[in-house]
Nanobody
Framework: VQLQASGGGLVQPGGYLRLSCAAS????????IGWFRQAPGKEREGVSY????????FYAGSVKGRFTISRDNAKNTVYLQMNSLKPEDTAVYYC????????????????????WGNGTELTVFS
């Protein structure tokens, strides 16, 4: 099971970027996928989550209305479209997978995710 996050970079405030999480070694269709981030000096936090069929999505309050999670199971890939970026979005972003179906009170907890990908770094600078 491998997850490869990509798409990070340098963006100015108000800008946008799309992250990708490519799954290999397993069929992503059977897994829920989450995006997490870790800012310098802070703990890793849940950003967004999507059920295996894309039927439900969850967002952290800090990104709701600005970020959109989606998936293309045919490509074994999950995306995180990030708009209206702010300096506080600066972090290393990770994707993670679980074969479980997590509910609203569970998805943002690291311990509930089984597989983790590498991180991709986003810097929002002015």
């Amino acid at each position: 099971v491998q997850l490869q996050a990509s798409g990070g970079g340098l963006v100015q405030p108000g800008g946008y970027l799309r992250l990708s999480c490519a799954a290999s070694g397993f069929t992503a269709y059977y897994y829920d996928i989450g995006w997490f981030r870790q800012a310098p000096g802070k703990e890793r936090e849940g950003v967004s989550y999507i059920r295996n069929r894309g039927s439900s999505t969850f967002y952290a309050g800090s990104v709701k209305g600005r970020f959109t999670i989606s998936r293309d199971n045919a490509k074994n890939t999950v995306y995180l479209q990030m708009n209206s970026l702010k300096p506080e979005d600066t972090a290393v972003y990770y994707c993670a997978a679980t074969p479980r179906t997590l509910i609203a009170s569970e998805w943002a907890r690291e311990r509930n995710m089984n597989y983790w990908g590498n991180g991709t770094e986003l810097t929002v600078f002015s």
